[in-house]
């Protein structure tokens, strides 16, 4: 069993506030069409690629403005759709496994799923969430960015219902 909650207001009020305010830059949601009882691997990757567009469109970054992700991993090939789809550090599509192949810890320049995603920490369904506020704030522990500098992150994502994802910033944009 776990809880989380979180306190939104606006960057005028957050600022005076005792925790160092993180900042979403974007939120989206994408539905996959589904053509069957299931969706097919074009579907689930359709999803993903129009995922990414939304949130790069609607925060006004780029791949490679991303410091870090933390894209959903309950069942892990969804995390490679999820990565691939969000174009992370110039990943293409058929790329991410190949890219999981390098340096993605918390010390290396393309860090992923900081906490351990919920393969890590468990299926709370808040943990990326969680996580990138903490890493952005520098309340992370142990678990702290130190490859790259913590200034932006994605977190989001399940699947096959839909993906639903936020682009979070340390300053406002």
Request: proline share 5%.
């Amino acid at each position: 069993m776990a809880s989380c909650a979180y306190l939104f207001t606006t960057a005028e009020r957050a600022k005076d506030m005792k925790q160092k305010p993180v900042y979403i830059l974007n939120h989206a949601r994408t539905q996959p069409r589904i053509r069957g009882v299931v969706p097919s691997l074009d579907d689930v990757e359709a999803a993903g690629d129009s995922m990414g567009r939304k949130l790069y469109e609607g925060s006004g970054l780029k791949p490679s403005d991303i410091s870090f992700e933390n894209m959903y991993d309950g069942f892990t090939l969804f995390h490679v759709s999820h990565l691939e789809g969000i174009r992370y550090r110039g990943v293409q599509r058929g790329e991410a496994l190949d890219f999981f192949q390098g340096d993605i810890s918390i010390e290396g320049p393309n860090p992923v799923s900081p906490s351990g995603g919920n393969c890590g920490s468990g299926r709370t369904r808040t943990w990326m969430h969680s996580d990138c506020i903490q890493q952005l704030q520098g309340r992370a522990g142990a678990r702290a960015v130190t490859g790259v500098k913590a200034e932006t992150a994605i977190s989001g994502g399940t699947m096959p219902q839909g993906i639903e994802a936020m682009v979070w910033s340390a300053t406002p944009n």
